[in-house]
């Protein structure tokens, strides 16, 4: 036997494997390509327009996105937990038909609580059957859209309601000055993503939504209470439709129950965008407000462009489309 074979040795990785293993784990993060290519489209349409890239456009394109990003917030709730609501946005309709009517005779404080309950009772509702008949929920939700539309309809009598000014319109007012300003409902919005960020990756609650999403019968394993987490969800998910009506009076001080017919397709998109898996237990609430800000922007560019809405929406759709495609590509690579 040859002793004197030299021993193999192991070296350490070199610093450039090392920094390319980092930039690989980085690229991968869920959030980095809704991230880029929100800046691919804020460079393209700063190069190829003069008005986009201009302190007011920027201040009109958030104001505009208040009312379907606060709705965002709660379909992204509900998606992570493996469902969809497909009412979120007749509620808020309804929402600002009951603070119009009753404000206008009880007050506007009176109007705006009135809303809340029944926007709560709502999404409560959404819960209860889901929870407590199994009925999917898109089925529930779909059913519960067409009935809360009608009822709508039938308590406004098909009419609409202005809002004088006051606190029903608060969330329309201006804040700031000069070349850039923004309305209350701009922070409204940014505040209930930082209170729905913090819920999410702060707290037990928070993670029991992932857990009954990602996989309900180990959570149910594990102790926790799904049925009760679905109910929370859906609640919660009335309440923050409250806000976006409250936001919608103060975009536009009138009650209409025709509007935002579209508000459950573009939260949807805007949730999809962002990297939340429609099949629940993955995405982030940061995700949904880059892919709110992703379809505000495609739009504003594209009409700044003087690209006709029609090809606006086909690529929208496109986009919603690679989003979906690239969730089921990483859910087989994760199994």
Not at 8 to 34: C, D, E, F, S, Y
Not at 35 to 42: D, T
Not at 211 to 236: C, H
Not at 283 to 304: D, Q, Y
Request: proline fraction near 5%.
């Amino acid at each position: 036997m040859n002793t004197n074979t030299p021993v193999p040795t192991i070296t350490a990785p070199r610093p450039a494997n090392q920094r390319t293993m980092r930039l690989t784990n980085a690229l991968r993060q869920p959030l980095v390509g809704p991230l880029a290519a929100l800046i691919i489209a804020v460079v393209v349409f700063s190069l190829i327009t003069d008005t986009f890239f201009t302190p007011y456009n920027l201040s009109l394109i958030l104001q505009q996105s208040v009312v379907v990003g606060i709705l965002a917030v709660a379909q992204t709730l509900v998606i992570l937990t493996g469902g969809i609501d497909l009412s979120i946005g007749a509620i808020a309709v309804l929402g600002t038909i009951v603070m119009a009517k009753i404000g206008a005779v009880n007050g506007p404080w009176v109007g705006i609580l009135a809303a809340v309950v029944v926007c709560v009772v709502a999404g409560t509702i959404n819960g209860a059957l889901v929870t407590v008949l199994r009925l999917p929920p898109f089925i529930v939700t779909l059913g519960t859209f067409t009935a809360i539309y009608a009822i709508t309809q039938l308590y406004a009598g098909s009419q609409t309601y202005p809002v004088p000014d006051g606190p029903q319109t608060f969330l329309g007012n201006s804040i700031g000055s000069g070349a850039f300003s923004t309305t209350y409902g701009v922070v409204a919005m940014l505040l209930v993503y930082l209170v729905a960020w913090y819920a999410l990756t702060q707290t037990a609650g928070g993670q029991h939504v992932y857990a009954v999403g990602g996989n309900p019968q180990a959570a149910r394993l594990v102790g926790i209470k799904s049925d009760r987490t679905l109910l929370f969800v859906y609640m919660i998910a009335g309440f923050i439709a409250v806000i976006g009506a409250w936001a919608a009076l103060g975009r536009i001080p009138t009650a209409d129950p025709n509007a935002f017919q579209n508000a459950n397709l573009e939260t949807i998109t805007a949730v999809v965008i962002g990297g939340t898996s429609l099949f629940g237990g993955r995405g982030s609430i940061l995700g949904t407000l880059i892919g709110m800000l992703i379809v505000s922007v495609l739009r504003s560019g594209l009409t700044a462009a003087n690209v006709d809405a029609l090809y606006q929406n086909v690529a929208t759709g496109v986009l919603v489309i690679a989003a979906v495609a690239l969730d089921q590509f990483a859910r087989r690579k994760t199994q």
